[in-house]
């Protein structure tokens, strides 16, 4: 039988060494204030609308997505922060490549070319 213990922080009752995170406060980075910034969330909507609302690895694929789409950062701000608004190092994906993208599945030289491929459009 596992011990018990009465949480100070919700008021229930959790296994001894379980971590409640009821009511944690998360302090945000240099990063995390970078995003939730103004001239962030213009570029964003400006990628997606050069990108035609469309995720560039679905539409490379053939598919037609214009469902959950985010903008993805290239090259991470943890890198450079200095491409936070650098049109060639965003582009605009579905949540699920977004997701790939993210974890080092989709190539990077492959997302820069379409950024690139992209702009020159323009």
């Not at 995170?21 to 997606?48: C, F, H, M, P």
């Amino acid at each position: 039988m596992a011990i018990m213990k009465s949480c100070s922080r919700c008021g229930k009752i959790h296994a001894y060494n379980y971590k409640c995170y009821v009511g944690k406060v998360y302090k945000k980075n240099s990063i995390d204030n970078l995003r939730s910034s103004y001239a962030w969330t213009q570029k964003a909507e400006e990628i997606k609308r050069a990108s035609n609302y469309l995720c560039a690895i679905c539409l490379q694929e053939g598919i037609y997505n214009y469902q959950e789409l985010e903008t993805h950062h290239i090259v991470k701000l943890q890198v450079d922060p200095e491409k936070l608004l650098d049109n060639y190092n965003l582009i605009c994906l579905c949540k699920y490549h977004h997701r790939k993208a993210d974890d080092g599945e989709i190539d990077q030289d492959l997302l820069l070319r379409l950024a690139k491929e992209r702009e020159d459009k323009q």
